[in-house]
C-alpha cells in the first residue's frame, strides 16, 4: 500500500509539473514562432495524457478478481504502461519530427527569441522538480543495483516510467534552448527545425525502451528469485511429509503474484492428510508473502515435474526454481 501511494505520489508531481509548462510552451511556440518549442509543448502535453492514463491504469488494477476475470485486473496497468509508450512515440516522436521537417522545408526566424529561454527555464525548474521526485523513489527501489538493473528488473512500470520521461523533457529542453540560440545566433531558422527533428528522436528512443519494458511485463515476468526460494523454504517445512519439487511465479501487478507450487507427498498419505498439509503450506505462505494473491498445488513427482519444466523450458531450466 505504501508502495503504491509513492507511485502515486511520482505521477502527481509529474502532473502537476506537466500543467504548469504545457501552456507556457504553447503559448510561447506561438509568440515566437519556434519549431522547437511547439514540439516542447507537444511533448509536454503528451506527457500530461501519460500521467492520467498511468493514474487511470492504477485504478482499475486494483480491482477485485471476479468470474469473468479470476486472476484479477492486475496487468491493466501493465497495458497502459504499454499505451503510454506508443502515445509517446506516435504523438510526441512522430508531430515533434514531422514539425521539425515542414521547419526545414519552410524555415521561419525565431521572434523575441528572449521568450523562449524564459519559458525553457522555468519547464526546467518545474521539469527538474518532478524528476528528483521520481529519482528519489527509484533510488529507494532499487537498492544495491545499479540504474539499469533496477530498471530491467523492475515490476513496478511507475517507478521507471515517470523517471525517464521526466530524463527526456529535460534533455529535450536543453535541445530546445541549443536550437533556438543557434538558429538566432547564426540567422539560420533550419535549426530550429533541426532540434525539432532531435528531440522527436529523443522521444522515440525513450518510446521504444518503455514500449520493450512494458511489454515484458504485460507478457508476465516471473518474481523475484528470493521469493521463490523462500516459497520453497515454508513448503519444505509446512510438512513433514511432503517435498517441493519447484515453483514457477508471474506478476500479475507489481503486487500481485501468481505462483505454482510442485510438491511430493509420502506414498502412505491419505487424500485429507494431503488437504490438509496443503492447506496448512498455503496458509504460511500467504501469511509471509501477502503479494501472493493466487497460489495453485500440484502433487506430483519429482521427476514427473523434471519432465514437465524439461520439456517446456529446456535444460538447464530458465527463471524456474527447483530442489
Not at 526566424?109 to 521539469?127: K, M, R
Not at 487424500?271 to 508473502?289: L, M
Not at 502433487?299 to 527447483?322: M, N
Amino acid at each position: 500500500m505504501a508502495a503504491n501511494s509513492s507511485s502515486k505520489l511520482v505521477i502527481y508531481a509529474a502532473l502537476v509539473g506537466n500543467i504548469l509548462v504545457v501552456l507556457t510552451k504553447a503559448i510561447a511556440a506561438s509568440w515566437t514562432g519556434s519549431s522547437a518549442m511547439l514540439s516542447e509543448a507537444i511533448h509536454s502535453l503528451v506527457d500530461t495524457g501519460n500521467e492520467v492514463l498511468l493514474l487511470y491504469g492504477m485504478r482499475r488494477s486494483v480491482r477485485q478478481a471476479d468470474l469473468e476475470h479470476p486472476l484479477g485486473y492486475g496487468r491493466e496497468l501493465y497495458f497502459w504502461s504499454f499505451i503510454v509508450a506508443l502515445m509517446v512515440f506516435a504523438l510526441g516522436a512522430g508531430v515533434s519530427i514531422y514539425e521539425g521537417i515542414l521547419h526545414i522545408l519552410l524555415p521561419k526566424p525565431i521572434s523575441d527569441p528572449l521568450v523562449n529561454y524564459v519559458v525553457l527555464g522555468l519547464a526546467f525548474l518545474f521539469e527538474g522538480a518532478s524528476w528528483l521526485v521520481a529519482l528519489r523513489q527509484f533510488r529507494t527501489l532499487k537498492g544495491s543495483l545499479g540504474y539499469y538493473e533496477a530498471f530491467r528488473r523492475s515490476k513496478d512500470p511507475i517507478s521507471f516510467m515517470v523517471l525517464i520521461e521526466d530524463s527526456a523533457a529535460l534533455i529535450g529542453i536543453l535541445i530546445a534552448a541549443l536550437g533556438t540560440f543557434v538558429a538566432t545566433t547564426l540567422d539560420a531558422p533550419i535549426f530550429d527545425g533541426v532540434a525539432s527533428i532531435l528531440i522527436g528522436l529523443v522521444l522515440a528512443g525513450t518510446a521504444s525502451l518503455l514500449a520493450r519494458e512494458s511489454k515484458s511485463l504485460l507478457l508476465g515476468e516471473r518474481a523475484d528469485i528470493k521469493l521463490s526460494e523462500s516459497i520453497l523454504r515454508i513448503a519444505e517445512g509446512g510438512s513433514p511429509a511432503s517435498r517441493a519439487n519447484g515453483v514457477l511465479t508471474v506478476h500479475l501487478a507489481p503486487d500481485q503474484i501468481l505462483v505454482a507450487l510442485s510438491l511430493e507427498f509420502a506414498d502412505d498419505l491419505r487424500t485429507p492428510q494431503i488437504e490438509d498439509a496443503v492447506i496448512n503450506i498455503e496458509r504460511k505462505i500467504r501469511a509471509a508473502h501477502p503479494e501472493v494473491v493466487t497460489l495453485f498445488v500440484k502433487p506430483q513427482t519429482a521427476l514427473a515435474f523434471k519432465e514437465t519444466i524439461h520439456s517446456r523450458f529446456g535444460d538447464p531450466p530458465v527463471g524456474v526454481v527447483l530442489r
